[in-house]
């Protein structure tokens, strides 16, 4: 098999950039992403191993159950300590022995790996990490946390972008993160859209329709009277939507719409009028579940696109005039040949045989057949690092026919 090192010109860096779109649905406590809900599996209630809502990080451990009987090994047991025994627990999961080499986890302390652990013991971890929006409601007692954070770093910096960004916070802000895997480096300007409905009906909706930030009050019941009005703000690159427009948005409603909401202490807010103050409660906040039963069936959408920039490699592979048109595939040589494999042998020889190539070039008549036309044909293209070790190999949907006369090159690609 002939390996061919590729050329300066032959292996090309670019970027790919991606926008994926997010929707988010939350209703009474439960959060739905992209329209799916929980999609049962053979061995684990929801077949992601994770809960509605999220999406797992690594995505390992897919329809996998962990086993109730923990004594389970995997290997042999150790003679000293049942700590120094890998278990089966049904999920994959990284270990490390601690030993001579000092190796261990990058977010372990120093501390906790000298005096916790003995040498010979298991130091294990877990990939069960999963990641979902989630909210924060601060009212006016707990704004120094806000102000005393990073996140009012990014508020000034934003501020180039308008003065919106000096956000009102007097009646108290409403925060809503989103996890960085849903929308890769930013999101992008001009697609943040979120709905607030009450029994069905859309009673008040938020836009970035200026790309500068600014989440601008449209249609919904009280669209007439608060209609322009901006009431939040979006740090893209953050992912994170400060709301704080404090007036109604189902007045028409009346008593039924009270919310019984939360802090970001679990300190409970009664008796609120439906507002962006408490847009999205149950969203992974102190709020627990059933509040819907008594709050108008209030239920929030949270759409976005996100920025993904994707590093791609391509490779260009050259099939050149004269090369790579000898098989070692049994069907490459004559199947008239007998005994072909076996060599010619005597007191002073030992001769492998001369193979006559199968010769599978078309002719316009039977006898005399064609010219000898060395074909073969490229099914698959090894990829070989330094070492000349395989690392990759490209699958060719149709195999390509390659003769003597012919140049061919092959483009892949590779997303990292």
Not at 153 to 180: C, F, M, W
Not at 269 to 278: E, K
Request: a positive charge; aromatic letters at 10%; zero cysteines.
């Amino acid at each position: 098999m002939p390996l061919h090192k590729f050329g300066k010109n032959d292996i090309l860096h670019n970027q790919i950039k991606t926008h994926p779109s997010s929707s988010f649905f939350i209703y009474d406590s439960s959060i739905y992403y992209n329209n799916k809900a929980s999609e049962p599996g053979q061995f684990a209630a929801n077949v992601p191993n994770a809960s509605t809502g999220y999406v797992n990080l690594l995505e390992m451990n897919v329809d996998r159950a962990a086993v109730t009987n923990s004594s389970i090994t995997i290997g042999p047991s150790s003679s000293v300590s049942s700590s120094q025994n890998v278990l089966d627990t049904g999920l994959i999961y990284p270990f490390v022995y601690k030993g001579l080499s000092k190796m261990a986890f990058r977010d372990m302390s120093r501390m906790k790996f000298v005096h916790r652990y003995n040498n010979g013991d298991v130091l294990s971890g877990s990939y069960q990490m999963s990641a979902s929006i989630s909210r924060q409601r601060y009212t006016s007692a707990y704004l120094s946390i806000i102000s005393g954070s990073a996140l009012k770093n990014s508020l000034s910096y934003a501020k180039r972008l308008g003065e919106h960004y000096d956000v009102d916070d007097a009646s108290g802000i409403n925060v809503i993160q989103i996890p960085s895997i849903f929308y890769g480096s930013e999101i992008k300007k001009g697609t943040v859209d979120l709905k607030y409905h009450m029994t069905g009906n859309v009673v008040g909706r938020l836009r970035d329709t200026r790309q500068n930030g600014a989440l601008v009050m449209s249609e919904g019941t009280e669209a007439s009277a608060h209609d322009g009005e901006i009431a939040g703000v979006v740090l893209y690159k953050e992912g994170f939507i400060l709301l704080t427009g404090s007036w109604a948005l189902a007045s028409v409603f009346t008593n039924a719409t009270k919310i019984e909401d939360k802090d970001v202490h679990g300190a409970l807010i009664t008796g609120t009028n439906a507002s962006w103050l408490n847009f999205g409660f149950g969203a992974n906040d102190k709020v627990g579940s059933g509040a819907n039963t008594t709050n108008g069936s209030a239920s929030f959408s949270v759409d976005f696109v996100g920025t993904h920039k994707v590093p791609t490699m391509t490779m260009l592979a050259h099939a050149n005039k004269g090369e790579l048109n000898y098989s070692n595939n049994p069907t490459y040589v004559s199947a008239s040949q007998a005994n072909v494999y076996t060599p010619l042998t005597g007191t002073h020889l030992y001769r492998e045989k001369e193979l006559v190539i199968k010769n599978i070039h078309s002719s316009s008549y039977a006898d005399p057949s064609g010219s000898l036309v060395k074909t073969t044909y490229i099914t698959k293209i090894g990829i070989y690092d330094r070492r000349k070790k395989l690392i990759g190999i490209a699958s060719l949907a149709k195999p390509v026919k390659k003769t003597e006369d012919r140049d061919l090159t092959f483009k892949l690609k590779l997303d990292i």
